[in-house]
């Protein structure tokens, strides 16, 4: 690339290329370099186009090395699409547009918004995946997490100022990779499920009795719920029934211990080590009369 630099540098020094003034015009810019890849900054105009064409040509038939036209990208700032659309097909490039992604870091955004931060959330997320957190120890995961930090948001965090929201977003990803938790919603429905097994239980304690008067006592629903009542019992047993259609069926996990055979179904419910019965014996249910009998 250093030969290149020169070649480009005698050419703007020649007043072929017209590169662009910045501040009080002491500083003309025409090209960067970093590593393999190349920037070029002009006032645009169509001498430039052609001049950078023929640059290009010449540096290939010199050296043999040919740029990557189909990783290329041109840009226009305040020009109309269709000139931009000619140049890039002159060239034999893409079209760039605003807001891009340079060196992983977001060029042209508002990073004020809570958006323009979306995509390095995303990729953080999918570098703390979840096989990882269940394949790591402690001490992996700790080691992991300044890799994945360290060089993903590091930059970006010195150069924008980071909304309080995307803080608050990476922390909680943070701690759920280094805790082990898979998802914060799976520990909240583990402590919403819990109430469940307070239920079924403690049937006789005050507040289930209150559940019940509430929201009736219908034999035929285990757990009953009213719907027209927006309250903290019907988030629950939602979250029971979107359990139950996942295939997760709390019941299975609950073993009910025999009372006074007034609320425990014979068939439905997991009063026995066999589990319920229904399931365990299903063609003998399907002969039974009454199948919604207690014991």
């Known amino acids: 690339m250093e030969s290149l630099h020169l070649s480009f540098s005698r050419v ?81 490039c893409l079209v760039l547009n605003i807001p891009f992604l340079y060196l992983g870091s977001i060029v042209g955004d508002n990073m004020a918004r809570q958006q323009a931060w979306r995509e390095i959330v995303d990729r953080v997320k999918s570098k703390l995946s979840n096989w990882k957190m269940k394949m790591l120890s402690i001490g992996g995961r700790l080691t992991f997490l300044k890799f994945v930090l360290g060089s993903l948001s590091i930059y970006n965090f010195s150069i924008f100022k980071v909304p309080m929201c995307v803080l ?7 701690r759920k990779f280094c805790n082990g938790h898979e998802q914060d919603s799976k520990r909240t429905s583990g402590l919403l499920v819990k109430w469940v097994w307070h239920f ?42 979107s359990l139950s259609k996942r295939g997760i069926h709390i019941l299975k996990y609950l073993q009910i211990k025999l009372g006074d055979g007034e609320s425990t179904k014979f068939w439905s419910d997991s009063w026995c080590k066999e589990g319920v019965l229904k399931e365990k014996f299903p063609r ?9 009998m207690n014991v």
């Not at 003998?284 to 919604?292: I, Q």
């Open 12 to 92: 703007v020094k020649a007043g072929m290329f017209q590169g662009i003034s910045i501040g009080d015009g002491s500083v003309n810019l025409s090209h960067l370099f970093y590593a393999d890849d190349a920037v070029f900054v002009g006032q645009w105009s169509v001498s430039n186009i052609t001049t950078l064409v023929h640059v290009l040509d010449c540096f290939h038939r010199v050296s043999g090395l040919r740029i990557n036209m189909c990783k290329s990208k041109i840009m226009g700032l305040h020009v109309d699409g269709e000139s931009v659309n000619s140049a890039a097909r002159q060239l034999g």
């Open 168 to 174: 608050n977003e990476l922390e909680g990803i943070r």
């Open 200 to 241: 079924v239980s403690r049937s006789d304690s005050l507040w289930a009795r209150s559940i019940k008067a509430i929201h009736g006592s219908n034999i035929q629903c285990r757990f009953p719920v009213k719907k027209r009542y927006n309250s903290c019992w019907r988030s629950i047993i939602q979250e029971v029934d």
């Open 284 to 292: 003998v249910f399907a002969l039974e009369l009454c199948k919604n």
